[in-house]
Nanobody
């Protein structure tokens, strides 16, 4: 069974920085992409940043220039460096991965972490 475990959320002041981490555990053949979504109260979950095939990256316009996504393939981990945080960045941040497990006919399956809260005080 694959699990994604996030860490690093917390309370930060307006303009501050945080680093989120997410590690995948379980038997994994390959990881197609890993990324981060967020969901604020009363809003839909939105894509923040993702890294595909360990190379290509995508950022939501609202975080470009402030957030940086990176991966450690050996650790099956993804990180999100967040700087110049704003109150509107406050949300529950979810790790997301599309990956393939052995003996699963090369099916790409999607997994989610449990979420980590980011709070930005103004």
């Amino acid at each position: 069974q694959v699990q994604l475990v996030e860490s690093g959320g917390g309370l930060v002041e307006d303009g501050g920085s945080l680093r989120l981490s997410c590690a995948a555990s379980g038997t994994i053949l390959s990881i197609n992409s890993m990324g981060w979504y967020r969901q604020a109260p009363g809003k839909e979950r939105e894509l923040v940043a993702t890294m595909m095939n360990g190379i290509s990256t995508y950022y939501a316009d609202s975080v470009k220039g402030r957030f940086t996504i990176s991966r450690d393939n050996a650790k099956k981990a993804v990180y999100l460096e967040m700087s110049s945080l704003r109150p509107e960045d406050a949300a529950v941040y979810y790790c997301n991965a599309f990956l393939i497990q052995p003996n699963d006919d090369l099916r790409v399956r999607e997994y989610w972490g449990q979420g980590t809260q980011v709070t930005v005080s103004s």
